[in-house]
């Protein structure tokens, strides 16, 4: 299916898709300080710059969106032009994150994924049970958690 705006629109339109502070990171950062938690934002000292980091914890919440780190659930679809494009991009975010992961895992950080569909669209999950999970999560000696929408 050919592209319905403009290659210039397009490009603008992209252009202004944020890498934090987006809905999802703030939805999960305002229900956690609503609870009592304390974090810092986008640690550039740590791997991957995480979105949510609690030193008090040892924890670390990366809220990944789900086309621009090729999740598997109702969000993503390959874009039908410029697939190699897409390809690579999608495939070099997921070796990132993955590499990050590794690091923080070495270092002995905690780590939480919130998937954008477990805050948005027809599988997102009560946005109270998503925070209580992330704030047991938060308490516990668990290593890691993924949280997800409902259909993945």
Avoid: Y
Avoid at 117 to 135: Q, W, Y
């Amino acid at each position: 299916m050919a592209d319905t705006v403009s290659p210039k629109v397009r490009s603008r339109m992209m252009s202004g898709i944020r890498g934090k502070d987006t809905k999802p990171e703030m939805i999960v950062r305002r229900g956690l300080h609503a609870l009592g938690f304390r974090f810092r934002l986008h640690d550039k000292h740590l791997p991957g710059k995480p979105d949510i980091v609690f030193p008090k914890f040892r924890a670390v919440i990366f809220v990944h969106g789900c086309f621009w780190h090729g999740h598997h659930c109702h969000l993503f679809k390959w874009p039908s032009t410029r697939t190699e494009f897409w390809l690579s991009k999608i495939n070099r975010n997921q070796e990132v994150d993955a590499r990050s992961e590794s690091l923080l895992e070495k270092d002995k950080w905690r780590q939480c994924i919130v998937w954008e569909c477990a805050v948005k669209g027809r599988a997102k999950l009560p946005l109270e049970e998503l925070i209580a999970e992330c704030a047991r999560w938060l308490e516990t000696d668990v290593v890691k958690l993924e949280i997800q929408g409902r259909d993945t």
